[in-house]
């Protein structure tokens, strides 16, 4: 089993390494890795570097680039063909800009589109900057697989053409694709390193990294088998007996419906991971529910103002409007305690800035009851009377919940929205159609 890399995450020792601007044959090894940023590193190194200039690619260079790029893309394209599946090491952009100089010496610049290096849509692929290391892998092929990884992620899928690997945990947002191409497979992987305190374990750590990656890569053959065991002559593969041609054009059809399909499930997917999010405004509390209801209001067309540390949960503009929420998630129903706290941020925005702003609270009343069981009070009758002198609104996250699916439904309007927030003293009136029990 032969295995090669373009870039250096490996040791030699064990993974072959080849460049990809080079003469390396992209079908030679059984299982192929690309880090993406080693390629963006040798189109680098063919820059011209003029002392105190801007480093540039030159026309002629760039020329070879390009029909070097198309070499390897029908490459990859018979790889894949072929059953071959590919791990790529992503990185952050979708294209890397060079500047470039022409003969007359002029300076225009042209850009690389990272996805199409892999035979990929670039516009199937959509990402979002952010980065941490708690990730799970659901399915226990790749679970074992990652396992032999530190893995990392530096940005999310928010947009994507294929299988979720890999997501943040306790969410739903993907760090790591497994994209079908014919009989193959491109698996984008998250930021993997083997980190080792001595040279032994490193070793080790790349003796079982192979063993593992040989193991994953029968596995994902085996699952669309369509060659015979035996080895046929690459001289045969020019040849079509009887109707052959026409089963070839059937299977590659056959593969294309698949790859349709897996792209329908994972849109399918995606939308139902939205509404699993929505429900985290039904049982979550403190951080989670906060991140849930700021990102409600976001949507909704709020301006979200930052909040000092320890202070307001959330601070929200309309206009020249300004209201200060405090969020709670409790056992049990809201308090007058909440009350007093939202009061005192209140007053101390009202100190702080001159402006009196207008008092929310969101409380997810009864968080650890089912909806149905959830009989009392979000907000008891003590509450009323210094919530209404103070002018402040309450509102269950239930409530916000069913704003939300409302105003996605195009049945509340933002600036209605915005009236009932401000026009409510006390209690929020508004009735949920939009909740079902199965």
Same mark, same amino acid.
């Given at each position: 089993?032969? @295995? +090669?890399? %373009?870039?250096?995450?490996? *040791? =030699? *020792?064990?993974?072959?390494? %080849? ?10 090894? #059984?299982?192929? @890795?690309? *880090?993406?940023?080693? %390629? ?7 820059? &011209? ?10 026309? /002629? ?41 022409? +003969? ?17 849509? +670039? =516009? ?25 990884? #530190?893995?990392? $992620?530096?940005?999310?899928?928010? =947009? ?8 943040i945990n306790n969410t739903k947002q993907c760090v790591s694709v497994l994209t079908s191409k014919s009989r193959g497979n491109i698996i984008l992987l998250p930021t993997v390193f083997l ?5 032994? #374990? ?16 029968? &596995?994902?053959?085996?699952? $669309?088998?369509?060659? +015979? ?14 109707? &052959? ?9 056959? $593969? ?8 329908? %499930? ?25 991140? =849930? ?28 409007? @300004? ?5 709670? /998630? ?12 939202? !009061? ?9 800035? /001159? $402006?009196?702003?207008?008092g929310i609270l969101i409380v997810n009343a009864f968080k650890d009851k089912p909806l149905a069981e959830r009989l009392d009070q979000d907000f008891p009758e003590q509450m009323l009377p210094f919530s209404t002198k103070m002018e402040?609104?309450? !509102? ?43």
């Amino acid at each position: 089993m032969k @295995i +090669s890399e %373009i870039g250096e995450t490996f *040791d =030699k *020792d064990y993974v072959g390494r %080849i460049s990809f601007f080079s003469e390396d044959y992209l079908l030679d090894p #059984d299982i192929l @890795i690309i *880090d993406l940023e080693h %390629i963006k590193k040798e189109i680098s190194d063919f820059q &011209e570097e003029p002392h105190e200039q801007v480093p540039f690619l030159t026309a /002629g260079i760039l020329k070879k680039l390009i029909q070097k790029i198309e070499q390897r893309k029908k490459q990859l394209l018979e790889y894949f063909n072929n059953g071959g599946n590919l791990f790529v090491q992503t990185v952050t952009e979708k294209k890397w800009t060079f500047d470039v100089r022409n +003969s007359e010496g002029d300076i225009s610049q042209t850009s690389f589109d990272v996805f199409e290096l892999l035979t990929l849509e +670039s =516009k199937d692929y959509t990402i979002d900057i952010k980065k941490g290391s708690n990730i799970i892998f659901p399915d226990p092929l790749f679970h074992n697989f990652f396992s032999s990884f #530190d893995c990392s $992620y530096r940005f999310t899928y928010t =947009k994507y053409n294929g299988t979720s690997l890999g997501v943040i945990n306790n969410t739903k947002q993907c760090v790591s694709v497994l994209t079908s191409k014919s009989r193959g497979n491109i698996i984008l992987l998250p930021t993997v390193f083997l980190n080792a305190e001595s040279w032994e #374990d490193f070793q080790d750590l790349n003796s079982s990294f192979v063993k593992e990656l040989t193991s994953l890569n029968a &596995e994902l053959k085996n699952r $669309y088998k369509v060659v +015979s065991e035996f080895s046929v002559p690459e001289w045969c593969s020019g040849y079509y007996l009887s109707n &052959e041609g026409a089963q070839v054009n059937k299977l590659n059809h056959l $593969y294309q419906e698949r790859d349709n399909l897996l792209q329908k %499930i994972t849109a399918q997917q995606t939308l139902l991971s939205t509404y699993a999010d929505l429900k985290v405004l039904l049982f979550a509390t403190a951080t989670l529910l906060e991140e =849930k209801v700021e990102q409600v209001f976001r949507e909704f067309g709020y301006e979200i103002l930052s909040a000092e540390d320890n202070r307001d949960d959330l601070i929200i503009k309309y206009k020249d409007e @300004i209201a200060v929420i405090e969020i709670k /998630g409790q056992k049990g129903s809201g308090s007058e305690a909440n009350a007093a706290q939202l !009061m005192k941020w209140v007053s101390s925005y009202h100190v702080d800035h /001159g $402006y009196k702003p207008k008092g929310i609270l969101i409380v997810n009343a009864f968080k650890d009851k089912p909806l149905a069981e959830r009989l009392d009070q979000d907000f008891p009758e003590q509450m009323l009377p210094f919530s209404t002198k103070m002018e402040l609104t309450l !509102m269950s996250s239930t409530q916000l919940l069913g704003l939300y699916l409302d105003f996605k439904r195009g049945e509340i309007s933002f600036k209605n929205i915005h009236k009932l927030l401000w026009n409510t003293v006390g209690r929020l009136e508004y009735s949920i159609n939009q909740i079902s029990k199965i």
